[in-house]
């Protein structure tokens, strides 16, 4: 990439009135190949294409093949309003704290066949080892485009990729899904353009028949893929803290009692206030207090109609 910098490009984007924080954003579990390089810049890839990223002062930088500033604003991002997400925010002090933790934190909007890939294999895996998954899976079946860079492998390679050869990229059992949702991809029994024109209940139903995807990682493709911000996934990590905090460590609270919640205190783009909680309580080991409840104001009806879906 080094020596590429020179004969390309650069996208030059104003943060003034946006704000970003990159090593927040890309180490909070929602992307798995970006590296940071010494001098404090991010090796990673934007729609495929490999690309350098930084901040300098008021502006974040990106140098890459044929990257545009159009790629670049909605990959970060930056053209969410982010006034108006926080002002959506209920009146709540740990989602307060939480923001506070990371204040530049954002979502990404990626590819949605790596990010299937990604989140079909991310079951009982740690975020490291994820990452691990991604570069094995783009050194055995992606194509070299320059030194130890590899592209992600579409679907059509991974489906015919045999089962011995995925396992030995760290995929365990899930290497059977994986297979499968290429298969289901590159046949196009599930066409993934089409998810993103159908409204987010509807989608979410569509991914979730793709082989490894349930509600947990539909949404985490919703969200950081298509931009759903009103997804909310619920890992446990985001269980965790949704019991801990908002139901009194309370056995008998269920997953769906949480989601409906969450719909209903977070508001219409309560996407972001999932990744401030799961972003804290995973950093900040003094996150979560022993024994404590937050006082929840009952949402209003206004807000109610506005999450219902």
Same mark, same amino acid.
């Given at each position: 990439?080094?020596?590429?910098?020179?004969?390309?490009?650069?996208?030059?984007?104003?943060?003034?009135?946006?704000?970003?924080?990159?090593?927040?954003?890309?180490?909070?579990?929602?992307?798995?190949?970006?590296?940071?390089?010494?001098?404090?810049?991010?090796?990673?890839?934007?729609?495929?294409?490999?690309?350098?990223?930084?901040?300098?002062?008021?502006?974040?930088?990106?140098?890459?093949?044929?990257?545009?500033?159009?790629?670049?604003?909605?990959?970060?991002?930056?053209?969410?309003?982010?006034?108006?997400?926080?002002?959506?925010?209920?009146?709540?002090?740990?989602?307060?704290?939480?923001?506070?933790?990371?204040?530049?934190?954002?979502?990404?909007?990626?590819?949605?066949?790596?990010?299937?890939?990604?989140?079909?294999?991310?079951?009982?895996?740690?975020?490291?080892?994820?990452?691990?998954?991604?570069?094995?899976?783009?050194?055995?079946?992606?194509?070299?485009?320059? %030194?130890?860079?590899?592209?992600?492998?579409?679907?059509?390679?991974?489906?015919?990729?045999?089962?011995?050869?995925?396992?030995?990229?760290?995929?365990?059992?899930?290497?059977?899904?994986?297979?499968?949702?290429?298969?289901?991809?590159?046949?196009?029994?599930?066409?993934?353009?089409?998810?993103?024109?159908?409204?987010?209940?509807?989608?979410?139903?569509?991914?979730?028949?793709?082989?490894?995807?349930?509600?947990?990682?539909?949404?985490?493709?919703?969200?950081?893929?298509?931009?759903?911000?009103?997804?909310?996934?619920?890992?446990?990590?985001? %269980?965790?803290?949704?019991?801990?905090?908002?139901?009194?460590?309370?056995?008998?609270?269920?997953?769906?009692?949480?989601?409906?919640?969450?719909?209903?205190?977070?508001?219409?783009?309560?996407?972001?206030?999932?990744?401030?909680?799961?972003?804290?309580?995973?950093?900040?080991?003094?996150?979560?207090?022993?024994?404590?409840?937050?006082?929840?104001?009952?949402?209003?009806?206004?807000?109610?109609?506005?999450?219902?879906?």
């Amino acid at each position: 990439m080094k020596s590429l910098e020179p004969e390309l490009p650069q996208v030059s984007l104003s943060l003034l009135g946006h704000g970003i924080d990159l090593d927040a954003t890309l180490t909070s579990g929602q992307t798995f190949s970006w590296k940071r390089n010494a001098d404090g810049r991010w090796r990673g890839w934007i729609d495929g294409r490999p690309c350098l990223v930084w901040t300098q002062g008021d502006a974040l930088r990106a140098v890459g093949p044929s990257l545009t500033h159009a790629a670049v604003t909605r990959y970060f991002g930056l053209d969410v309003p982010m006034r108006e997400v926080f002002a959506s925010f209920p009146s709540d002090p740990w989602l307060d704290r939480a923001r506070a933790f990371a204040p530049g934190l954002r979502i990404l909007r990626q590819e949605p066949w790596e990010t299937l890939c990604n989140f079909i294999s991310s079951s009982l895996k740690q975020i490291v080892q994820i990452q691990q998954i991604n570069h094995d899976l783009r050194h055995a079946f992606g194509r070299q485009i320059g %030194e130890e860079l590899y592209s992600f492998p579409d679907a059509a390679r991974l489906a015919l990729a045999p089962e011995s050869q995925l396992r030995a990229c760290r995929l365990g059992f899930r290497a059977k899904h994986l297979f499968t949702a290429a298969r289901q991809i590159a046949s196009g029994e599930v066409l993934l353009e089409r998810v993103a024109t159908l409204p987010t209940v509807e989608a979410r139903e569509e991914l979730m028949r793709i082989r490894g995807v349930g509600a947990k990682v539909a949404n985490c493709i919703l969200l950081f893929a298509y931009g759903r911000i009103e997804a909310f996934p619920i890992d446990v990590w985001v %269980e965790r803290v949704l019991r801990r905090l908002y139901f009194n460590d309370r056995p008998s609270v269920t997953t769906e009692r949480m989601r409906i919640f969450a719909d209903r205190h977070f508001g219409p783009y309560r996407g972001y206030a999932q990744q401030f909680l799961f972003h804290w309580i995973r950093k900040d080991p003094k996150a979560l207090p022993e024994g404590r409840k937050v006082p929840v104001k009952k949402a209003s009806a206004a807000r109610v109609r506005a999450t219902s879906g």
